[in-house]
């Protein structure tokens, strides 16, 4: 089945460093969504991209739509101790029926 | 709106006990999704609802594992009887559309614990 694949797995860094993790599949998707999941709470949403090629940002945070639909990035500029938790990619499956989510690239902000 | 409410946070619970979870989504959302998430298996796609309607089980775990809506507001997971494996955070999520391609609205989650 389709599968979303997150690098890195885990990310330990400065404050004020930028930030940059990305998301791959052997499938085609249509539609990419980033998602960040705060300690001991449920995943949000951060950014969602519908077009290939498409640049979006949110803040600080800027995600891309690469243009073989096949992979998503995401950049996190002076990055901040609150930036702290597990983003995920995630994307409507084939069918358009189910969203799969990566594993999650853990991040890590030290002050 | 107060968002997706699950209940209860934390629940711990004794190996053969049987455990519900709930969860009322957003008002107007016409999909509800449960998940598991574990450090192993990430984040896992239980069962969704449409219109209070179960359309997709698939991923539910096992026979002990069951989910209702019995209206808009209010779902349930039950697991009968509990066993340590299913030790994991539960998810509820709603939605406006099925393939989430406006994103899902989580809940805080609620931990099980089966000791």
């Known amino acids: 089945g389709q599968q979303l694949n997150q690098s890195p797995q885990s990310m330990f860094i400065q404050e004020g460093e930028d930030v940059s993790m990305n998301c791959t599949s052997s499938?085609?998707?249509?539609?990419w969504l980033w998602y960040k999941q705060d300690p001991g709470e449920g995943p949000v949403l951060l950014i969602a991209?519908?077009?290939?090629?498409e640049l979006t940002s949110n803040g600080r945070l800027t995600a891309q739509f690469g243009i073989t639909r096949k992979d998503s990035f995401l950049n996190i500029s002076a990055s901040i101790p609150s930036d702290v938790g597990i983003y995920f990619c995630?994307?409507?499956?084939?069918?358009?029926?189910?969203?799969?989510f990566g594993a999650g690239t853990r991040l890590f902000v030290k002050a | 709106d107060a968002g997706v409410i699950q209940s209860p946070r934390h629940e711990v619970t004794e190996m053969g006990q049987e455990v519900t979870l709930r969860c009322k989504p957003i008002s107007g959302h016409d999909y509800l999704f449960w998940y598991r998430q574990t450090m192993m298996r990430g984040l896992e796609l239980l069962i969704y609802?449409?219109?209070?309607?179960?359309?997709?089980d698939s991923g539910m775990p096992e026979d002990r594992f069951s989910a209702k809506m019995p209206n808009a507001s209010f779902s349930t997971l039950k697991i009968q009887p509990s066993e340590p494996r299913d030790s994991a955070v539960y998810f509820c999520?709603?939605?406006?559309?099925?393939?989430?391609?406006?994103?899902?609205?989580f809940g805080s989650g609620t931990r099980l614990t089966v000791v």
């Open positions: 991209l519908y077009k290939a090629g």
């Open positions: 995630a994307g409507p499956n084939t069918g358009g029926f189910k969203t799969i």
């Open positions: 999520a709603s939605s406006l559309r099925q393939g989430g391609a406006t994103g899902y609205t």
């Open positions: 499938s085609i998707f249509n539609t």
């Open positions: 609802f449409n219109n209070n309607v179960p359309i997709d």
